[in-house]
């Protein structure tokens, strides 16, 4: 026998069980990929989605008192706030607030600046949408309670 040959064929016989022993270890070790929407994700504690309003515990309203701080801190321009103060109360509560997601860089900006810790991180990741629309003005005050609505959303 041609000695070059065999040599050949015992190489080829290692690396055929070199490339089998990658594929059985790869296929049997926990896949990480999930079946989203029938399984989600597990996102880690420091996950940002796009910023939302936090609420009162006390009261279920929006705790932003309407200041534009978060508004002249963001450098993408794409928070809108307007508001007003409510019959015998001392600060003003939002009337709107509405967020551009399609500009937002996710800087963490506007949260940083906001003085009474009015603003965080949603943990929603699964964001689409057959209209731009949808995300261009998102109403973060949709489902909150404000001292000019008369649903309290609970918490
Ligand atoms: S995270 Fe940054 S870009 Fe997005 S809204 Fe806040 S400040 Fe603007
Ligand atoms: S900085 Fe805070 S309190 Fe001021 S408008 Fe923005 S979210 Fe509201």
Request: hydrophobic content about 35%; proline content about 6%.
């Amino acid at each position: 026998m041609n000695w070059s040959y065999a040599k050949n064929i015992v190489t080829g016989l290692v690396s055929l069980v070199q490339g089998m022993q990658v594929t059985i270890t790869t296929m049997l070790s926990p896949s990480p990929t999930v079946e989203w929407p029938r399984e989600t994700a597990s996102l880690p504690a420091r996950f940002r989605g796009h910023i939302m309003l936090v609420a009162d515990g006390s009261t279920g309203f929006a705790r932003c008192i309407a200041c534009g701080s978060c508004v002249r801190a963001c450098p993408s321009n794409c928070i809108e706030v307007r508001g007003e103060k409510p019959e015998g109360a001392k600060k003003k509560s939002p009337t709107l607030f509405q967020l551009d997601f399609t500009k937002c860089s996710l800087c963490g900006l506007c949260v940083e600046s906001c003085p009474v810790e009015a603003l965080a991180y949603s943990r929603d990741y699964a964001l689409a949408g057959a209209e731009r629309k949808v995300y261009s003005s998102m109403d973060l005050l949709a489902g909150l309670g404000t001292p000019f609505s008369e649903q309290c959303h609970e918490f």
